[in-house]
């Protein structure tokens, strides 16, 4: 049998009535465009992301300031370590002494004399090792008093806890800071 | 029947077929980007929650320019936060005291209890009597210790020891035993 073919109008019709329905504006609002909104929020990411400088903290636990109160210390051998930050450089105390010029010995005088502009951080690090090594007695021993000149700039004080913080090793020297308040 | 039009039969049968046809391309016409929304979505929300954590979140000005140190540990965000800056003293958001500009012999006189040589400063401990009580009642509520209370102090790297002393001391005489100074990290210094 042969099929019967459809007449041009025929096809028109078929054509009109399988066309996809308009749709209303009420019924095209049934999903949310979010395109446009989309291309923001990326941009505003970009930006974010390329005007942030992130920076990384962290914090040095410490303990009040200690008045001097001229009590004497206990009589067993501890090291006392007190490094008193002057202009001219470090003084450094230990067992109730003061450490002479060029961390040897006792006597008067800045124990670690400022060098060229700055003060000479990695000679005090060498100068508190090299005290801690001194005797068995003190290999435990973890505090340090640091005092200072009233004019003396925070960053200075941060960058003597770091030095006495840790040996070159990465050992431990003295973690535990206290403040003392001069006289 | 007229010459070369087709049955109804048919016409009906092609109609069907070109619906059916149309149908199907409508499911294609549109990308599905639900998914990715998603996604960029909570990696905003863990940008934002990572930059609140950090230092980000701190005011770096002139004003405020925090020391350098080679300490690389993560930083403790627990305890009231001490700003001291070059014009300021800020507790908890709240200015409590002028910084003179000259901070060698500390905050001025008329805001210690004894005048110039004392170290406690009145108004700061003012500030901190409110905080401390809270956190007093927090920690009594959360079986910490309540005698003693914690503090953060973010300071300006050129703040002068005198003046340090003193918030540090007025914090201790306020019932605070241990501090966090907060420092920028830097590994290479």
């Given at each position: 049998m042969v099929e019967d073919r459809l007449s041009a109008?025929?096809?028109?019709?078929?054509?009109?009535?399988?066309?996809?329905?308009?749709?209303?504006?009420?019924?095209?609002?049934?999903?949310?465009?979010i395109v446009p909104f989309l291309d923001i929020v990326t941009n505003v990411l970009m930006f974010v992301l390329a005007t942030v400088s992130v920076t990384?903290?962290?914090?040095?636990?410490?303990?009040?300031?200690?008045?001097?109160?001229g009590v004497r210390a206990a009589t067993a051998p501890t090291l006392g370590l007190t490094v008193l930050i002057v202009p001219d450089g470090f003084g450094v105390k230990a067992r109730g002494g003061n450490v002479a010029p060029g961390c040897s010995g006792v006597g008067p005088g800045i124990s670690v004399p400022r060098k060229g502009d700055g003060y000479d951080y990695p000679a005090l690090r060498e100068c508190v090792t090299q005290l801690k090594a001194s005797s068995p007695d003190f290999s435990t021993e973890q505090s340090v008093t640091i005092s200072a000149n009233p004019q003396i700039p925070y960053q200075v004080v941060v960058s003597t806890m770091d030095a006495v913080r840790n040996n070159p090793r990465g050992e431990p020297l003295f973690p535990d800071v206290s403040f003392g308040v001069a006289r | 029947?007229?010459?070369?039009?087709?049955?109804v039969v048919r016409f009906k049968r092609e109609l069907r077929k070109q619906l059916r046809k149309r149908a199907h391309d409508q499911d294609v016409n549109f990308l599905n980007i639900t998914a990715m929304l998603d996604m960029m979505t909570i990696i905003l929300v863990f940008l934002l929650k990572s930059m609140s954590s950090s230092s980000a979140s701190l005011p770096q000005s002139g004003?405020?320019?925090?020391?350098?140190?080679?300490?690389?540990?993560?930083?403790?965000?627990e305890g009231v936060p001490v700003l001291i800056s070059k014009s300021h003293i800020v507790v908890d958001d709240n200015i409590v005291a002028p910084v003179p500009r000259d901070a060698t012999q500390g905050i001025e006189g008329k805001y210690k209890r004894s005048g110039a040589a004392d170290l406690y400063v009145v108004?700061?401990?003012?500030?901190?009597?409110?905080?401390?009580?809270r956190d007093r009642q927090v920690r009594l509520a959360?079986?910490?210790?309540?005698?003693?209370?914690?503090?953060?102090?973010?300071?300006?790297?050129?703040?002068p020891y005198r003046l340090l002393v003193e918030v540090l001391f007025t914090l201790g005489q306020s019932e605070f035993s241990?501090?966090?100074?907060?420092?920028?990290?830097?590994?290479t210094k």
């Open positions: 109008a025929q096809r028109n019709k078929i054509r009109r009535l399988s066309a996809p329905r308009e749709l209303s504006p009420d019924e095209e609002g049934g999903e949310l465009n990384f903290t962290a914090t040095i636990d410490s303990f009040p300031p200690r008045a001097p109160t | 029947m007229q010459q070369g039009r087709a049955s004003d405020l320019t925090m020391p350098k140190s080679v300490l690389t540990t993560e930083a403790s965000q108004p700061l401990a003012n500030a901190l009597k409110g905080w401390r009580e959360t079986g910490k210790d309540p005698n003693t209370s914690e503090a953060v102090i973010i300071a300006d790297a050129s703040t241990k501090f966090h100074l907060m420092v920028l990290q830097s590994p």
